[in-house]
Structures are given as structure tokens and as C-alpha cells.
């Protein structure tokens, strides 16, 4: 079977409505990843994911090589085994971390806008802790300080041994700081680098605890036309199932957008594409405008964990739980809302969990915004499946 | 129909199984009471506690008429409808933070044991943040500095805003290292508080959010047996229908059990007893021998945030999944266990979550523990339905 079968597509435009095939269960598209970096979404267990209707998962193969290590997952079944996550699984290479460990310090930036709203300067936020050869991207450990070698071929070798059913290669994420000459460089180093993470794919088939895995290739460029439509053709040239869009995405979201289109207006329709990194409610619309099937973004759960909670029943998308607005509010967090959460807890009682530091607050918050994150993409599905094309207007529903 | 009902006595002993009837519901006793200081069991919600089979819960009222008010807390219904917790409340008056922040810190002992094992002299850890008075007792908030006064009159009207259905009044909990004087005038005045408070409750019958709440009398007298007896006799004669053990439990395991014999051996059977701030698996069925029926304590849920889990299946009945033994351990945390972290999840998983901080690990514990508490608590019960007496050796089953 097709990695990935388009089942509607929008008359006029690029948006499409789709399946993606995997061992462990076919995934919905256009569909949110739940950000698993250490083989757990932060405050909630798998049976959760499960009861949220939270389709897939990505874990990181950097984080997860420095703890527990591949091999420990390997020997306990491989992410699937060692997490109890039995629905489909992403890992991401490390490749991001290349960037927010390296240029992302020295450049003080995220990946599209400056770290410093309203000032377009970049300021350097510490030293790097990566050292980039052709070779590979050599890390300094956050755990211990040990310095450690990441190659194409062994990232292939540790997600072999994690055994997700979609698998990323080491790339180079560039800055929006970077030169047009670097990112050119770090552009054709990562086609280099993509070259062999093939190879090693094909020597290590069959050898890892899981069947099934397929490779994506990563296009990167960053906001330079030329630079991502070249990367785009190459990098589904070499055969690739699969494409994700990485790296930097320029120094607004237009410019983001921008790189979007550029992209997929490359690649060949059946190839399922991965929009690494990304996903507010507006950049995902915006996104899967032009033909983008999947993302994965730290975004809701880190801004649940931090008190910002995702409503579609609001104007704006989210409430700032913290704020001593909703101390006595007897509401749930969004009326329209079927979580836990919203089900059995005012605001009021959110609000006071949050503030006392109760670890209660965590689950609860992280339960709504992915269940909110799971609602928004089933009703950007419904929209597609209408032939319609997305608008968040249309998304959210003000009560 | 009277707040207690014993169902079986066990011959020649003071142990019994028995019926606590509150408005939202029986507690089967001898039961774990888990603590919610703050409105919540930490790290799980309602939902968690109902399936996990926890009958009933014990917040703490110092903790909250600090934040978020009691005042806040009635006007969204109380501790039940603000917390979503549906079954019966406990509230303890503040009275023990007398002590903790008190002649706690200032002797560096905790109830029982020196705060230092193996060594019998305390030392002082801090500056009190209580200043004692015969009104009442006015605390330095924790919070922001502020000097809060709580006396016996307005715990009770705090306690009939937060409208638990078994109410704890205001007491002085002295420590281990206070002399024989000091804990005779603190006991004499905890009596007087108890007349007051008593006083105060009547005055605020059906004022509160909830009907039926009954109030305690709490025991106090240090490790002296006269003292402890005559306050026990003088409590329950001042009408109180249950009574809580509370205050200072001696310098040893041996002196906390002579206490709750001292106090037990004066109570009328009839009456249901609570020993405060109690419950490793060894005290509680050591009290429960002696004519216990209720415990809380923050031992099960604080040791599960710490790394240490409860088995019945270890002779030990605990292990401590921080340890690199469980790096690759495939078993459950106790095999004979059936909460969600041991019918989903590997020791190895746990120990990786818990080394990486992972705050789904906390759920995860504190499920586990309070689980196990509850099922050692359904053993001491099934036990005394049999006319046994129960023995830890009897209820843990290491495999």
C-alpha cells in the first residue's frame, strides 16, 4: 500500500484531505502531532492521548539517545513497547537541535520570528553547543557535559532502534539570521547528508525491532525561493515517501507562508508533507491552505503548561488562565469544549490550581488543548471534506 | 442516624471495621483519607481518586483561606462543587500548621521522629512564623508575608464556608521537644479553643453551603499518658461525635503507639477516631489494633513524587524506581497491582520518566500509590471482617 492516499482535494487549491498509511493504525490528514520528545507528552499518559482522539505522536532522537539511549528503548520494544503509545510514532532527527542548541543561541532566534518581538536585530542568547562538520553534528550533552557525535548514519542507526513508523534524517536547521551563503552551504550539506541516511536506511532495513518504517526526506532553503524550490525537487527526487518542510522559515510569517508554497508547489502530489515544527491555530490553517498534511509544535501543550488554554468558543482562539479574571468564573475553560477539563472544572478551579502550582493543573490543561488541537483539525477534515477551502473564522465559533 | 456504626469488633482487641456516614456518602473504615491541602491530591484529579476506589479526601483549611479564600470556595459551592470532588470532605483546621511552621522549625522535628534520625537532639531549622496567643493563632503568610490571625471562631466559619462534611477545630500541635509544662498549658488551651469552637459551630448551624457537617474534637497532650487521657475523656465529653487523635506522638514508633492506646482506651466505642498526620503501612495497622478508624497522611502521594513506590508484592512493601536497577526492568512497579501505571507501564518507563523529570511520571506515582493504599486499606478490612486482627506480614504478598 501507498504511504498516503488524498482522498478530497479543494478545487482550485492545494489543500487536500487525506490518509496516511502506517503500521500502528492510518492517520486522518490534516493532522496535529502531539510532541512527545522524551516518549511522553508532557503531563499526560498514553491512555489520554488515546481518549483525546490524538492520532500520533513525534519523539526526538536527540533527547532520547542521551536518555534512556536507543538501545534500552530497542531492548523494550522500541518506542511503541517502551512508551505504551501503540499508535503511530514520528522521531525527529536532532536536526532541530542542531539549530536551537547552536544558531538559535548564538543568534538569540526561534525558527521565523526574532526571539525579541519589534526588534528586528537578532541578540545572541549563549554559546553554541554543537560543532557542525561534513561529517556530522557533534553535541554537547545537556546532561553531563560529554560531547557527542550525531552522523546521518547514526541517527538512522537509533531510530532503527526507536522504531517509529515515520522517521526523520539528520538535517541542518539554518537561522532566519543566517547568510544566503551559509544556508546555501547548510542547504547542500543537508542533501549531502539526506544522501546518506538513505544509504544507511537501506543497509539497516529489516535489522530493527519494528517493519514498516519509512524515511522522510527534510527540504531546506530557508527563505530563499531558489534555495527551497531546488532543495524541494532534489529532495523528492531521491525517492523519498514522504516531505518535510524544516528550517528556518524567514523573519515573519508571511515570509513563512511564502516558503510553504514554494515548497509544495515542487513536490509531486502523492508525497504526504510534514511542516516541522509549527502549529497555531492561523499557521495551520495558513498551512494546510498550501497543501501541508501534518504538523507537529510544542505550541499547545507548552502553552497550556504555561497557563494560555486554546478556546475556539473565543474571539482570539485562547484565554490566559493566570489572569485573576476568571477567579470566581464558574464557566469551563470553553463551553463547546468535551474534555475532562471542561467537563468537570470551572476556570475558577483552573485558575486556583495554576496559581497554588498544583501538578493537578498540568494534566487537566494539557487534556483541553490537545483535545482542542484534535477538535480543530477534525473540523479543518470536515471543511476539506465539503470541498471547502479553511478560514479560522470559519474554525472558531464565538459563543 | 448516628456519624458511625461499627460492623465487626475482633475479640479481645480494640480493632473494628465500621460505617462513617456523611452526606455525600459511607466511608468503610478503617480507611486512607488522601490529602488534598489545596483542593486537590496532587498530581491527579477527581475522576483519578473515584476510579482508583479513595473514599475520602482532607483539605486544609490554612491552605486555603489563603488562597483562593474561603470565601471564594463557598461562592462556587464549596469544597464539593469547587473541586469536583463529590464524595466526603475532611478539613483540617490549620492546627498542625501551628506546629510545622512553628516549634517545627524552630525544634527541627516533625511529629514523631527527630528530624535527624539517630540523633536525639533537634536542631533548630528556622525562625517561627506562628505567634501564639490565647484568642488564636496568627500566622506570617507563606504567601506574601502578611500576618493572618486564626482563631477558633473563625476556622469554624472558614470550615462552614468550605462546607466539608467532617470538620477539624482549631488545636495546638505541640512538638516532641516541648516540655512537660509547655505541653500541658498548649493542651489546656486547645481544650478551651474546643469549647469555643464548639460554641462558635452552633451559632453557625445551616449557615454553611452544606447541611450536616459534623465537627470533631481533637486529642492532644503530647507523650504524657495523664495528659492524653484526661483530654481524651474531657474531649468526648464535651459532646463532640468523633475524635481526632492529634499533636505530638512521642520521640519513637514505640511512644506513638502507647499514645493512641492511652487515647483510645478513654474514647467511648462509639465514637469514630481519626488519627491525624499518620500512615506508613506498619502505623496504620499497628493503630488500627488499637482502635483507629480513619488516617491521613501525605506520605503515599509525597513518597510517590519522590521516587518511592508501595508493592505488597516487595517484603518491604516499597521500592525506590529512581535506582538504576530498573533502567531495563519490563515488570510492573507490584505485579499484583491493577492501577493504570502497572497494567500500561514498565518499571523501566517509570524510572526514564522520572530521571527525565517528565511530569506525567507524577500522575502516574501517585495513581500507583494511592491505589495500593487503598487496596492494603480493603485487606485490613477484609481481615477484621473476619474476626482477625490484621498484621502487615499478612497483607503484603511478596511474590
Known amino acids: 500500500m501507498a504511504l498516503f492516499s488524498v482522498q478530497t482535494r479543494v478545487a482550485g487549491g492545494e489543500a487536500r484531505r487525506g490518509l496516511l498509511h502506517t503500521p500502528h493504525g492510518d492517520i486522518a490528514t490534516p493532522a496535529f502531532v502531539a510532541v512527545a520528545t522524551r516518549a511522553t507528552v508532557r503531563a499526560v499518559s498514553p491512555d489520554d492521548l488515546e481518549s483525546l482522539g490524538v492520532q500520533t505522536v513525534i519523539g526526538n532522537t536527540y533527547h532520547l539517545v542521551l536518555r534512556p539511549g536507543a538501545e534500552t528503548v530497542g531492548s523494550l520494544g522500541g518506542l511503541h513497547g517502551f512508551s505504551g503509545w501503540r499508535g503511530p510514532w514520528f522521531t525527529d532527527s536532532g536536526g532541530y537541535q542542531v539549530f536551537s542548541l547552536g544558531a538559535g543561541k548564538e543568534h538569540g532566534v526561534g525558527k521565523v520570528a526574532p526571539a525579541f518581538p519589534g526588534d528586528s536585530r537578532p541578540r545572541p542568547q549563549g554559546k553554541s553547543l554543537v560543532r557542525l562538520t561534513e561529517e556530522g553534528a557533534v553535541f554537547r550533552s545537556v546532561l553531563d557535559g560529554s560531547w557527542i557525535t550525531f552522523t546521518p548514519e547514526s541517527v538512522i542507526h537509533a531510530q532503527r532502534l526507536l522504531g517509529a513508523d515515520l522517521v526523520l534524517p539528520l538535517d ?144 482570539g482562539g485562547r484565554l490566559g488562565i493566570r489572569t485573576a479574571r476568571y477567579r470566581r468564573d464558574t464557566k469551563p475553560v470553553d463551553p463547546a469544549c468535551d474534555c475532562l477539563a471542561c467537563r468537570g472544572h470551572s476556570r475558577a478551579f483552573l485558575h486556583h490550581l495554576l496559581r497554588s502550582g498544583e501538578l493537578t493543573y498540568y494534566r487537566l490543561a494539557t487534556l483541553h488543548n490537545l483535545r482542542t488541537m484534535v477538535r480543530f483539525m477534525s473540523g479543518i477534515r470536515a471543511v476539506l471534506a465539503d470541498g471547502r477551502t479553511p478560514e479560522v473564522r470559519d474554525l472558531l465559533t464565538p459563543g
Not at 539570521?177 to 544509504?199: G, P
Not at 527551497?228 to 532534489?234: G, I, P, W
Not at 515542487?266 to 504538523?295: M, N, S, Y
Open 172 to 315: 541542518e536547521c539554518t537561522s532566519p539570521w543566517h547568510s544566503r551563503e551559509y544556508t546555501q552551504n547548510a542547504c547542500e550539506r543537508t542533501h549531502r547528508w539526506a544522501k546518506r541516511a538513505l544509504a544507511a536506511w537501506e543497509e539497516t532495513a529489516d535489522t530493527g525491532p519494528n517493519s514498516g518504517q519509512v524515511l522522510y526526506g527534510i527540504v531546506q532553503g530557508g527563505a530563499y525561493e531558489d534555495l527551497r524550490r531546488r532543495s524541494a525537487r532534489l529532495i523528492a527526487g531521491l525517492g523519498f515517501p514522504g516531505v518535510a518542510i524544516g528550517g528556518s522559515l524567514g523573519r515573519s510569517k508571511q515570509d513563512m507562508f511564502q516558503v510553504v508554497e514554494w515548497v509544495t508547489d515542487e513536490l509531486p502530489e502523492d508525497l504526504p508533507r510534514h511542516l516541522l515544527g509549527i502549529g497555531t491555530l492561523e499557521d495551520i490553517v495558513q498551512a494546510v491552505r498550501r497543501g501541508v498534511d501534518t504538523f507537529d509544535c510544542v505550541a499547545p501543550t507548552r502553552m497550556a503548561r504555561n497557563g494560555t488554554l486554546l478556546s475556539l468558543s473565543e474571539p
